[in-house]
């Protein structure tokens, strides 16, 4: 069987994400998203949130699963018997740093390959920042996310107006 993860923030998930991860779910038996608990990156929504939007949007796709973790990527696929790592490309600006966490995970982890899938041409602008920092100036983001991570990104950003208050 073949099984691979696709780790990220996913901070929140947007059609750039989903595209790789439909796209992904075609050619391997399994897909396990994997959703970065890391606080250091200070995220807008919390590992819950993130891990409960991403099974939302990914609902239609029954060989896809979504895992938050903590730690190594690679611990986190070698728990799930993954052979590949899934990481998407959208500019060279991604790829040295693609380019060293993939060489420096096979060192690590040698049975283990990362397979790189270029982002769909319409996404390749596309990132969870750019589309919170539209969202916090109150632009539209429609095209850029699943209507319900639309939701429920303006629902944050609404919350967190009321707290200033
Ligand atoms: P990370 O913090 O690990 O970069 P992200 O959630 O930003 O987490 O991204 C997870 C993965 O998805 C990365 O491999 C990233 O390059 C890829 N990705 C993000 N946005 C897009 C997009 N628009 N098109 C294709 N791949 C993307």
Redesign the pocket.
Known sequence: MSIAVY?????PV?L??Y??IQRTSKVMDRVIIGV?NNQA?KPLFSVEERVEMLKNVTADLPNVEVQCFDGLTIEFARRNHAQVVI????AVT?FEY?LQLAQTNRVIAPEIDTMFLT?SLK??Y???SIVKEIASWGGEISEFLHPYVEERVLQKYSEMKKVRR
């Open positions: 780790p990220g923030s996913f901070d947007t750039g994400h595209d790789i970065l990156k990481r998407g490309l959208r991604d693609e982002t996404y390749s596309l990132s969870s």
